[in-house]
C-alpha cells in the first residue's frame, strides 16, 4: 500500500469543469486506486508519497495511432490525394525491414510516454509485433487491424482474428485485445457480420476509420472513384458488391455493425448521420495531428458530438500522417481547432473520453480504478486560476511525474 498526498485532485468522474478535490490523499494497493480521502490519514504505515505541491490528473489515453507504422515518419509527402498516400504507404512500409519497423515502434511510444499517455488504443498490424508491445511501460488495447474486401475471404481472416483473439483471451495483463475493421471500403459486409460476431463472443472493443474522406462517401454511393481503382488494382474488387448507395454511417448502421464501435474521424458526417451514431457507437475519435497534415477543410463536428451525448476521445493516428506523437500538442492542436470546445472538455476528451469512445474502463480517478496518474506542479504565489488553465500552462514542459498502474516513473 502507498499513499499520494496531494495538493488538487481532478478525477474526471464529475463533469469536466467541476472543481478539484483539495489537500486530500489517494491510497493506492498494486495497480488500483482504493480509496480517495478528503484529508490524509494520521496513521498510515504504508510509503508516502508528497505530491501537495501538485494537481494529479488521471493518465492520457491516446485513442487511436498505428504504432507499427512509426519508421514511415517524414517518408510520405503532404498533399497527396488519399488513395495516393495509401499506395506510398503500402511501398513505404513494405520496403522496411521488420527490426527497423520495431525499432521506430519502441522510439515513438517513448515520446507518448513522455508526454503522459498512460493507455494506448493501437491498430496492431502484425500479431509478430506483439512482443514489441509487451516491452512498452503502458497499457494498450491493441486492435488486430482486419482488411478483406472480397466475399470469399472473410472465413479464413475472421478464423486467423479469432486465433490471436482465442489466444490471448483472459489475459489482463498490461494488453488488452480487440478488433479493428479498417474502414467500410476495405472491409465487405460478410466480413463486418464476422467480426462483430468475434466481439459479442470475446466481449472486446472494436473499431473502425469511419466517414473519413468525400472518396470513402463517393464509393459507398456509386460504387465509384478512386477507391474503387485501389481494390481492382490490389485484385480485392468484389464483382457481387453492390454499392449501398448511403453515406458510411448509414451503411454500417443498417447492417448492424455501428453496435459498440469506436469511430475514428467521422470527418463527413452530417446531422442524420449523428442520429444514427447516437444510438449506436461507443464513441469517436478525433486525431488534430493528422487532421491538420491532411489539410482537411471539413473535419468531425465534435461539439455537435458532444451535444448528442457521443463520447469523443483524441487520438495522434500514425507518423505517415503526422508529425510527431506528442500527446501534448494534439491536447494544443484540439483547442486550437476546436474554439467551441472548453480546455476542461479538451482534457476530458483526452482522458476519460477516449476511454468511453473505446468501450474500456479508465481515464478517471476512482477506487477500484487503475492507478494511472499524471502531476503537474501547482505554481504558487499567484492568483488561483481553473485546474484546466494550469494544465495548459504547463504543456510546453508536460507532467513532473507520470504514474503507470501504481509505479511512479
Ligand atoms: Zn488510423
Redesign the pocket.
Known amino acids: 500500500m502507498k499513499r499520494i498526498l496531494f495538493g488538487q485532485l481532478v478525477t474526471m468522474a464529475e463533469e469536466p469543469d467541476a472543481p478539484p478535490l483539495e489537500n486530500g490523499e489517494l491510497i493506492i494497493d498494486g495497480e488500483k486506486i482504493m480509496a480517495i480521502n478528503s484529508t490524509p490519514s494520521e496513521k498510515f504505515s504504508g510509503e508516502t508519497i508528497d505530491l501537495s505541491d501538485s494537481l494529479i490528473l488521471p493518465g492520457f489515453i491516446n485513442a487511436?495511432c498505428?504504432l507499427s507504422l512509426s519508421g514511415l515518419k517524414g517518408k510520405i509527402p503532404q498533399g497527396l490525394p488519399f488513395v495516393d498516400w495509401i499506395r506510398r504507404v503500402v511501398k513505404e512500409n513494405s520496403a522496411l525491414p521488420f527490426t527497423e519497423r520495431a525499432k521506430a515502434l519502441q522510439e515513438a511510444a517513448r515520446l507518448l510516454a513522455q508526454s503522459g499517455v498512460t493507455t494506448l488504443v493501437d491498430?496492431l498490424s502484425h500479431p509478430e509485433l506483439l512482443t514489441e508491445y509487451a516491452r512498452l511501460p503502458f497499457r494498450q488495447v491493441l486492435l488486430y487491424e482486419v482488411l478483406g474486401f472480397k466475399k470469399n475471404s472473410a472465413d479464413e481472416i475472421t478464423q486467423q482474428a479469432e486465433a490471436l483473439l482465442a489466444e490471448h483471451a483472459g489475459h489482463h495483463g498490461k494488453i488488452q485485445l480487440g478488433l479493428s475493421a479498417h474502414a467500410p471500403y476495405s472491409v465487405s459486409p460478410q466480413l463486418f457480420k464476422k467480426l462483430h460476431d468475434l466481439t459479442e463472443k470475446y466481449d472486446c472493443p472494436w473499431s473502425c476509420?469511419l466517414a473519413e474522406v468525400a472518396e470513402e462517401a463517393e464509393f459507398l454511393k456509386t460504387g465509384e472513384g478512386p477507391l474503387r481503382d485501389l481494390l481492382e488494382e490490389r485484385g480485392v474488387w468484389e464483382t457481387s458488391w453492390q454499392p449501398p448507395g448511403q453515406s458510411p454511417v448509414a451503411y454500417l448502421s443498417d447492417m448492424g455493425r455501428l453496435d459498440q464501435m469506436q469511430g475514428?474521424h467521422l470527418n463527413t458526417i452530417d446531422e442524420a448521420d449523428i442520429r444514427l451514431l447516437v444510438d449506436g457507437i461507443a464513441g469517436a475519435v478525433f486525431c488534430p495531428g493528422a487532421t491538420r497534415w491532411f489539410g482537411r477543410g471539413r473535419y468531425m463536428p465534435v461539439r455537435k458530438l458532444l451535444d448528442a451525448g457521443i463520447p469523443v476521445g483524441l487520438g495522434t493516428?500514425?507518423l505517415a500522417s503526422n508529425e510527431d506523437l506528442n500527446f501534448l500538442r494534439e491536447i494544443r492542436l484540439a483547442a486550437a481547432m476546436l474554439p467551441d470546445v472548453s480546455r476542461a472538455e479538451i482534457l476530458w476528451m483526452a482522458t476519460v473520453g477516449g476511454a468511453m469512445a473505446t468501450g474500456i474502463d479508465g481515464g478517471e480517478v476512482v477506487p477500484g480504478g487503475r492507478a494511472d496518474l499524471l502531476a503537474f506542479k501547482l505554481k504558487y504565489p499567484g492568483p488561483p486560476k481553473p485546474w484546466w488553465e494550469i494544465v495548459f500552462e504547463q504543456l510546453g514542459a508536460g507532467p513532473d511525474r507520470v504514474m503507470v498502474g501504481g509505479e511512479l516513473g
Open positions: 487511436h498505428h491498430y476509420h475514428v493516428d500514425s
